[in-house]
């Protein structure tokens, strides 16, 4: 059975910064291209960042994040990372990470997801 389980999510003035991890189990983590999501209240999930399989594989980030948040895998620990600098009032979110089986950085589906991490940022 397939698990991802995000960590790390919290309260956050704006300026600050969080990491979050999201472990991995019942799957050959290295063979799966990592994205993070996050839903806001009242609007839809949107891509925020993707990883391919290598450690230190090519990335994508939503233009919004560019520059903030760096994603990083640790394949000998299942794990994937999202560090957040320079948090605003709207990266204010449920966090999502999520693991696709298609080769790239920009899958056409994920086929697991996390069941998220709250990330709000006051301003």
């Known amino acids: 059975q397939v698990q991802l389980v995000e960590s790390g999510g919290g309260l956050v003035q704006a300026g600050g910064s969080l990491r979050l991890s999201c472990a991995a189990s019942?799957?050959?983590?290295?063979?799966?291209?990592m994205g993070w999501f996050r839903q806001a209240p009242g609007k839809e999930r949107e891509f925020v960042a993707a990883?391919?399989?290598?450690?230190?594989?090519?990335?994508d980030y939503v233009q919004s994040v560019k520059g903030r948040f760096t994603i990083s895998r640790d394949n000998a620990k299942n794990t994937v990372y999202l560090q957040m600098n320079s948090l605003k009032p709207e990266d204010t979110a449920v966090y999502y990470c999520?693991?696709?089986?298609?080769?790239?950085?920009?899958?056409?589906?994920?086929?697991?997801w996390g069941q998220g991490t709250q990330v709000t940022v006051s301003s």
């Open positions: 999520a693991a696709s089986a298609y080769i790239g950085v920009r899958p056409p589906k994920y086929n697991y």
């Open positions: 019942g799957l050959t983590f290295s063979a799966y291209t």
């Open positions: 990883i391919t399989v290598w450690n230190g594989g090519n990335t």
